[in-house]
């Protein structure tokens, strides 16, 4: 069964303060790992695919990098409205053309304080 | 540019009524999927359609149903509310390995 942990479950942050959120998966062969951000009474908002160990992608002050057991999502100098809940998730190997379900994490509360 | 639209986005029900939630996309995705978002347990796949005219059990589908419209549409059904349904539900689609695209979703509250 797959399984995805995160953490920490809340961050609290001071604006410029860079750090890190955890992401440490399970699973029976990664096909890919997304992360999402949530805000407040809206749904998940994509923010990136990572399909191998060792790549990485950025976007504005985050970036996101893969091993082989986990993924970090990296905030550098983060701002307020940088606070958000931040979810990451995995495919099912259900195989075929498409990745079927999703198995996520219960997410890192963001709070950045200006 | 719509994406993924839920209805109704509040709703409180009496236990043991019964109701539908609505969920539709326009990005001509063939995959729907229904989740249910709790405190501390993140967000937990009901059930999904990987294309029209087929639907499979996610992780936690006791209490409810679903039925796939059409491409469009993909509807989600609770016969017998229970208060252990209190939840907020999110309708999402895909296409073949790019992200799920998630709606606003509905606040059900079950007295």
């Known amino acids: 069964e797959d399984q995805v942990t995160q953490s920490p479950e809340a961050l609290r942050l001071q604006e410029g303060e860079s750090s890190s959120l955890n992401c440490s998966y399970t699973?029976?062969?990664?096909?890919?790992l997304f992360w999402y951000r949530q805000d407040p009474g809206k749904g998940p908002e994509f923010l990136f695919t990572?399909?191998?160990a060792g790549e990485e992608k950025e976007k504005e002050r985050l970036k996101a990098t893969l091993t082989k057991k986990e993924s970090f999502l990296h905030i550098t100098a983060p701002k307020p409205e940088d606070s958000a809940t931040y979810l990451c998730?995995?495919?099912?190997?259900?195989?075929?053309?498409?990745?079927?379900?999703?198995?996520f994490g219960q997410g890192t509360i963001l709070t950045v304080h200006p | 540019n719509a994406g993924v639209t839920q209805t109704p986005k509040f709703q409180v029900l009496k236990t043991g009524q019964s109701m539908t939630l609505q969920c539709a996309q326009d990005?001509?995705?063939?995959?729907m999927y229904w989740y249910r978002q709790d405190p501390g347990m993140g967000l937990r796949l009901i059930y999904y359609?990987?294309?029209?005219?087929?639907?499979d059990k996610g992780e936690v589908p006791n209490g409810y149903n679903v039925s796939r419209l059409n491409k469009r549409e993909f509807s989600l059904r609770l016969e017998s509310a229970a208060p252990s349904q209190t939840s907020v539900y999110f309708c999402?689609?895909?296409?073949?390995?790019?992200?799920?695209?998630f709606g606003d979703g509905t606040r059900l509250s079950i007295l």
């Open positions: 999402a689609s895909s296409e073949g390995k790019q992200p799920q695209h």
């Open positions: 699973v029976s062969g990664l096909r890919g």
């Open positions: 990572l399909y191998s």
């Open positions: 998730a995995v495919p099912s190997n259900a195989g075929g053309t498409s990745y079927g379900k999703l198995t």
């Open positions: 990005m001509n995705h063939n995959s």
């Open positions: 359609s990987a294309s029209e005219g087929t639907t």
